[in-house]
């Protein structure tokens, strides 16, 4: 029975924000400082050292936008192309894409600028013979892609990418088979048309909720596009903002992770990872909105325990960072 496994290869929003050389300088002396005063003696453990240190004084939660790479058997599905893709293409290219005989499936979610930024430089667009599958059900995106590569903001015009490149239009809420996975549309809270997929093989599921307001979360007004977050083992969920500034930013598209966790504990949802991180918020900023996350979902277990009408589901949760693995 092959697992569904989900790969992350960018997780920030908006803009890519890679780490200023300033900071990164600064987290390495704070790092070899920090070993070197807890072994005055000598012969620790490097590695073990490192691995106690939180992410946020580290490697951090990294800079690329919204890609995530969902395989199960010889089947592979790419979630939008972010700049992360652009490191996945790489990869992609020791395979079969690097002699042309490659096939890629990537579905978007909608195409704001750091969803399709890294296309770009998707090596295997370019390289004669692969095949590019292209899923939306929005019905644009020929001319979004005619658009992007195109004079003057690109050198390389659509029709000499060298690959042949297919659109297929997905019908809301109507599921299809995708290299051996049933994926499924669902309407997301977003000022432009974005849609969330749910992914389903041998029992798993996975839902793919990024760029979402959550203006609607009781399930009436979820209504039709509830079964997203129902009976779901694993969701990726908007976290761009605190709580507090999604009251600030009303109609800009994004979420807190408290409103991703009050579905998750109703719905019952297994494990919840938090992506879209804010281009402006540095790695200790999102470290901090995820401690308050942390007590937000404690005191809302804690009312449950207080209130025995309420009925809450505990989840496994935290902030994702670049390069997260999962299997399901």
Known sequence: MNALNIKLWGVRGSFPAPL??????????DTLTGFL???PEGGADVQKYFNSLPRH???????NTTCVELTSGNGRIIIDGGSGIRSLGYELMAGPCGKGQGEVHIIFTHVHWDHIIGLLFFTPIFIPGNKIHIYSVESDLKEVFETLFKKPFFPVPLAQLGSI?????LEPRKPVQIQGIQVTPYLLDHPDPCWGYKFEKNGKTYSHCVDTECTRVTRAELGADLP????????????QYTLMETIERVNWGHAAASLGLDIAMREGIGKVLFV?????SSDEKIAAAEAQARRYYKSQMNVQRRDSGVHLKEVDWSFAYEGMQLSL
């Open 20 to 29: 200023p050389s300033a900071q990164l300088d600064k987290r390495l002396h």
């Open 37 to 39: 005063e807890s072994n």
């Open 57 to 63: 004084a580290h490697t951090g939660f990294g800079g």
């Open 165 to 169: 490149i297919r659109y297929h239009h």
């Open 228 to 239: 997203l977050y129902q009976n779901v083992d694993l969701m990726l969920f908007d976290a």
């Open 276 to 280: 879209h991180h804010d281009p402006a």
